[in-house]
């Protein structure tokens, strides 16, 4: 019974970690960060992960020409990150010279699929990204529905299909959750460790799928 109680509260504690924050994730900061690679579908032409003016913070930022429905693709392959643990994603947007233009993002999972394509100028004060001047764009997780299932990348593409003027995005980083997601009311759980007692094998709590280090935190002890 002991062992029986021990293990229904190491359940408990792995589902409560499941619902920990997580510390912010970094994509771009001066280049990408460690782990993502770029698997961008845009003429590559059209974009410079290494531009030094305009930078919103550090000494490079992401030059980008939207066109013909081209766009940036940053993706963390092998890797799986909960919608749970992040409470938004951030990032700069310069319009260039002239501003005013149309691109859409969209957080992706390259194994099971996209969240919702959004329309960054919506994401921005004002609703407008303008030129000669950096401004915020802020996707938020709860607003659209994002606390379920899991992303490993992010794309950010021409929302035109035409040749719109160049533009400037920096440090994209998906912040750490500081409140609670949306949802019904609490739920009691209660336990009764002396019903129904026998012993069962720990292989059944398992996984088949997602990254080996979150996998490990949650205390998993199959991955198939």
Excluded: C, K
């Excluded at 504690?13 to 460690?34: H, K, M, Q, R, V």
């Excluded at 709860?142 to 794309?155: I, K, M, P, V």
């Amino acid at each position: 019974m002991r062992n029986r109680s021990m293990l229904l509260a190491a359940l408990i504690a792995a589902t409560s970690a499941a619902g920990a924050n997580a510390a912010p994730l970094g994509i771009y900061a001066d280049a990408l960060e460690s782990g993502f690679t770029d698997q961008s579908w845009a003429d590559s032409g059209d974009y410079d992960l290494s531009n030094t003016a305009p930078v919103h913070a550090g000494t490079a930022s992401i030059a980008f020409t939207p066109n013909g429905w081209g766009g940036l693709q940053f993706v963390a392959n092998g890797s799986e990150f909960d919608f749970i643990d992040y409470q938004d994603l951030t990032f700069w947007v310069h319009g260039g010279s002239v501003g005013g233009q149309t691109i859409w993002v969209i957080v992706t999972d390259n194994y099971i699929g996209v969240s919702a394509t959004i329309d960054v100028a919506t994401l921005v004060p004002g609703g407008v990204i303008v030129p000669d001047a950096w401004q915020q764009a802020t996707l938020d997780f709860d607003e659209q529905g994002l606390t379920t299932g899991s992303f490993n990348g992010l794309s950010i593409m021409d929302g035109t299909g035409t040749l719109q003027q160049p533009l400037y995005i920096d440090d994209i980083v998906f912040d750490e959750r500081t409140s609670a997601p949306p949802g019904g009311d609490p739920v009691a759980v209660a336990i009764d460790t002396a019903a129904n007692v026998h012993p069962f094998s720990p292989n059944i709590f398992g996984v088949a799928f997602g990254d080996a280090t979150r996998n490990a935190e949650v205390g998993y002890t199959v991955d198939r």
